[in-house]
């Protein structure tokens, strides 16, 4: 090895060296001069049209990525200052190269041990306020990732939905997301999601649902308000309805103070080519929970696919 060769490679290990200690002094004078956790909430805040709080601990974070983590991120409507969602931990990875000059850009999201109150979200259109306000926008992430997260159902006080884990890539409004999802002694479903806000809107489509070893296909529609109404147009081969009904969660559904408008509108239309129960087989059954579900595929233009 020449001596030219050598001091070369010599640089280039002290650069590789100095870089995590750089990038630790880029973030520490953005979080000292910028005010960055007030500057982080101001960007969400203003991309998604929600309060968003970054209250308890704010640390910086380089591992796996440069960001921030912490603790209590909670999000409110703007209007009636109610929490629709709040996670006990989070990590935010941000771009280095804006954040040098003063801007916030966000690659990655992971909320860790949370609740969301799907029955408490209102978009623009859904509000019944008259006055202009600025409908609800969703920021663009490339990852989203949330754990251990309680779905916490209107009209069933204390009842509440466990998710052990959600996955989003490229996310945004009215795009289509490919998804993961794991419900808790319930379903592993994935597919694609598309969230409509200013409708208050979330359709799920090329829907693969998994329980109890039995496997089903097809659509899913969510309307979060009031009723919260969840509408799925599902399909399966063969099915053994005795096994994908065993040991099915207690929702209280129906259960609540008495409102019924509070009280969660399910429907589900369900086909099978061969359905079993104990002795009996049936072929071409088609079973339908609650009234028939209004879920029209949702239509989307080729921008808006991935």
Same mark, same amino acid.
């Given at each position: 090895m020449t001596?030219?060769?050598r001091?070369?490679l010599l640089? #280039?290990? *002290?650069v590789?060296l100095?870089l &995590?200690? #750089?990038a630790?002094? =880029?973030i ?14 101001r960007n969400?805040s ?5 309060? $968003?709080?970054?209250?308890?601990d704010?640390?910086?974070?380089l591992?796996p990525?440069?960001? $921030?983590?912490g603790?209590?991120l909670?999000?409110r %409507? @703007?209007?009636e200052n109610?929490?629709?969602?709040q996670?006990?931990e989070?990590?935010? %990875? $941000?771009?280095?190269?804006? !954040?040098?000059?003063g801007?916030v ?6 909320? @860790?041990?949370?609740?969301f109150?799907?029955?408490r979200?209102?978009s ?5 306020d008259?006055?202009?306000? /600025?409908e ?5 992430i490339d +990852?989203?990732a949330?754990?251990?997260f309680?779905l #916490?159902? &209107?009209? %069933?006080p ?5 998710i ?5 890539n490229g996310?945004a409004d009215r795009?289509?997301?490919p998804?993961r999802?794991?419900? /808790? ?11 409509d =806000?200013a409708?208050?809107?979330l359709? !799920? ?6 329980r109890q070893? +039995?496997?089903?296909?097809g ?6 308000? /009031?009723?919260?109404?969840a509408q ?13 009904t065993?040991?099915l969660?207690d929702?209280?559904?129906?259960a609540?103070?008495?409102?019924e408008s509070?009280? &969660?509108d399910?429907?589900? +239309?369900? %086909? $099978?080519?061969?359905l079993k129960s104990?002795?009996?087989t *049936? ?8 009234d028939?579900p /209004?879920?029209?595929p949702?239509?989307v ?5 991935r």
């Amino acid at each position: 090895m020449t001596h030219r060769l050598r001091k070369l490679l010599l640089v #280039v290990l *002290a650069v590789l060296l100095l870089l &995590p200690f #750089v990038a630790y002094w =880029a973030i520490d004078a953005w979080l000292e001069s910028s005010g960055g956790k007030r500057m982080l909430e101001r960007n969400l805040s203003a991309r998604t049209g929600m309060e $968003v709080r970054l209250q308890g601990d704010f640390d910086l974070m380089l591992l796996p990525d440069i960001g $921030v983590s912490g603790t209590q991120l909670i999000i409110r %409507s @703007t209007d009636e200052n109610e929490t629709l969602a709040q996670s006990a931990e989070y990590e935010i %990875s $941000v771009a280095l190269k804006p !954040l040098i000059d003063g801007q916030v850009q966000i690659d990655w999201i992971r909320l @860790t041990d949370g609740e969301f109150y799907p029955g408490r979200y209102r978009s623009g259109a859904a509000t019944g306020d008259q006055s202009p306000r /600025e409908e609800n926008r969703i920021p663009q992430i490339d +990852q989203l990732a949330i754990r251990d997260f309680s779905l #916490v159902l &209107p009209g %069933s006080p204390g009842q509440a939905l466990q998710i052990n884990r959600l996955e989003l890539n490229g996310f945004a409004d009215r795009r289509q997301a490919p998804f993961r999802l794991e419900i /808790e002694d319930l379903v592993d479903a994935e597919g694609w999601m598309l969230l409509d =806000a200013a409708a208050s809107r979330l359709d !799920l489509g090329s829907l693969q649902i998994r329980r109890q070893e +039995q496997s089903l296909a097809g659509r899913a529609c969510l309307f979060m308000g /009031e009723p919260f109404s969840a509408q799925l147009v599902l399909e399966a081969g063969v099915l053994d309805l005795d096994r994908l009904t065993q040991d099915l969660p207690d929702l209280g559904m129906g259960a609540g103070d008495g409102d019924e408008s509070a009280t &969660p509108d399910v429907r589900i +239309q369900l %086909s $099978v080519a061969e359905l079993k129960s104990g002795t009996v087989t *049936a072929s071409g059954v088609v079973l339908n929970l609650g009234d028939d579900p /209004e879920c029209a595929p949702a239509e989307v233009s080729a921008a808006q696919a991935r």
